[in-house]
């Protein structure tokens, strides 16, 4: 069983960090907001669109397909009572000669075996597409 560990320290009034191994992020808890930083619900976004891309990346090389590059857009709705994200929409670009049955096959792979989007899943809805690069 793998385990993961992240450490977050509150830096001050305006943004606190996270880290684990050898990398550390800023991260926006600065009530009014920065520009500069995720806040905690885009760094959910953000996990969620690494854990797709490192999804393609693993399936790749075992359906031996050539994906030249992956751009995903998330946009989430947050309702106010109680916070929470309630819908997660995403789209997934890939620059990439093959079919479309094999596009499928690629998403279907990235929806199945992804630790953060089935985590994820489990509580909000999450609806997106894969689609080739025009």
Known sequence: MMEFTVRA?????HGSTASCKDASITL???????????????????????????GIERVMPILQMDIRGVDI???????????????????????SDEPEHRLDLLHQNVQK?????????GGTDIRGTLRAAE
């Open 73 to 95: 857009t998330l946009r989430a709705k947050r309702q106010d009572t109680p916070p929470k994200l309630i819908d997660i929409e995403y789209e997934i670009v890939v620059t």
């Open 9 to 13: 320290h509150r830096v001050d009034a």
């Open 113 to 121: 075996y992804g630790t953060v989007f089935n985590t994820v899943a």
């Open 28 to 54: 926006d808890t600065d009530l009014g907001g920065r520009s500069d930083a995720f806040n905690p619900a885009e760094l959910l976004l953000g996990a969620l669109g690494a854990c797709m891309i490192k």
